[in-house]
């Protein structure tokens, strides 16, 4: 039994331990996969646009007697079904969107400078525009799409532009670039709704997990959360082998202060306990509300050592709080503390010998640490 020790540095405590956070999944890598996956998806999609309407254009070409232009459409063709098939075997690769468009603007230069079948080459802009705001996002697709139809105003208004061989009236023209820049607008602007009703979505779902993992009173991990981190540092600690502490404490005599001065005070004493708790550990460290006047600390790479260490620098540090209220109470907290490593038989072991002393640290008087 360890009662009152000096306090001493944090023996057994490794400061360049990994980092916590690792428990948890990043949501932010998860939405970052979602989009990469949704822009795979879109570049698939417009592959097969482009197949669809290329082949086509190829057919008719060779209808109609055109051999080169069928030729060159049918070659076309050929090297849309060769990107398809390497982007499905290659897999998600952020190269892939940047490889598509590149590869679909070289093909929509070339029908507009052509015509490709009847001049008809410009209905390449119906797929263009969806696709490239759906490639790169409303912000960089519509900067693309501004480039692309600055270009192509430029190749068909500019006075025998080089290399345009298909033949557009004015009219035509126009209403192309009437049609390029709405379609462009359009499209940008649903999809910047859509990335705001994403990021609202994305909000509401982080505050609802929050507020899932979180005690409502004190603002610690609740129950549940301090459950799952454990098993995921079990986890962890089976395949590196390590080593890390539990402490459950219980506020002493905590029912008479409730009956003596109120619940009202008596949740006061409960929040200025968590945050004495919170800010006396290091970052990594979980702190949670066990239940009622009950605390659990989680230390990863901490030996039983060092949790004995903190847990009398923070059982001191609680019936310091005695001094604040104006109130005349006595504020004090009993600890357990147990070591779990690759060894231990489960959570359940480990919680149970941290509650049995605790509870020993209770029966010998209250206010004070037990960690063997």
Same mark, same amino acid.
């Given at each position: 039994m360890e009662t009152s020790a000096p306090l001493n540095p944090r023996a057994g405590v490794n400061s360049d331990h990994p980092d916590f956070d690792a428990i948890a999944q990043d949501p932010i890598a998860q939405v970052l996969g979602l989009d990469l996956r949704r822009?795979?998806? =879109?570049?698939?999609?417009?592959l097969i646009f482009a197949l669809a309407i290329t082949g086509a254009m190829g057919v008719i070409a060779l209808m109609a007697a055109d051999l080169f232009l069928a030729g060159t459409l049918s070659a076309v063709t050929a090297v849309i079904l060769g990107a398809y098939i390497g982007v499905n075997i290659a897999g998600p690769s952020r190269k892939t969107p940047v490889l598509v468009g590149a590869l679909l603007l070289v093909l929509y230069f070339y029908l507009l400078l052509s015509g490709g079948v009847n001049n008809t080459g410009l209905m390449w802009a119906v797929m263009l525009v969806p696709g490239f705001i759906n490639l790169y996002g409303y912000k960089w697709g *519509? $900067? *693309?799409?501004?480039i692309v139809g600055g270009?192509? +105003? /430029?190749?068909?208004?500019? %006075? #025998?532009? %080089?290399?345009? /061989?298909?033949?557009? #009236? *004015?009219?035509?023209? $126009?209403?192309?670039? =009437?049609?390029?820049? =709405?379609? *462009? +607008?359009l499209t940008a602007i649903l999809d910047s709704s859509r990335h705001q009703t994403q990021q609202m979505l994305h909000k509401l779902t982080a505050e609802l997990e929050n507020h899932a993992c979180t005690d409502a009173l004190t603002g610690l991990a609740n129950r549940r959360e301090a459950y799952r981190a454990i098993n995921e540092l079990e986890r962890r600690n089976r395949e590196l082998a390590g080593r890390y502490t539990v402490l459950i404490g219980d506020l002493d005599s905590f029912k008479a202060i409730n009956d003596t001065f109120g619940h009202s005070f008596g949740d006061r004493v409960l929040r200025d306990v968590a945050q004495t708790l919170r800010e006396s550990t290091r970052a990594d460290d979980v702190v949670a509300r066990w239940g009622g006047e009950e605390f659990l600390i989680l230390l990863p790479n901490t030996d039983v050592d060092g949790g004995g260490i903190l847990a009398e620098k923070l059982r001191q540090k609680v019936e310091a709080l005695s001094e604040t209220y104006a109130e005349d109470v006595k504020i004090s907290i009993s600890f357990g503390v147990a070591e779990g490593n690759a060894g231990t038989d489960g959570q359940n072991q480990l919680l149970a010998e941290a509650d049995s002393r605790m509870y020993r640290a209770k029966s010998a008087g209250r206010n004070q640490v037990v960690s063997v």
């Open positions: 822009r795979i998806q =879109a570049s698939g999609y417009m *519509t $900067v *693309t799409l501004g270009a192509t +105003a /430029l190749i068909l208004f500019y %006075p #025998d532009f %080089p290399g345009l /061989l298909a033949q557009y #009236d *004015t009219g035509h023209r $126009v209403r192309f670039i =009437a049609i390029f820049g =709405a379609l *462009t +607008a």
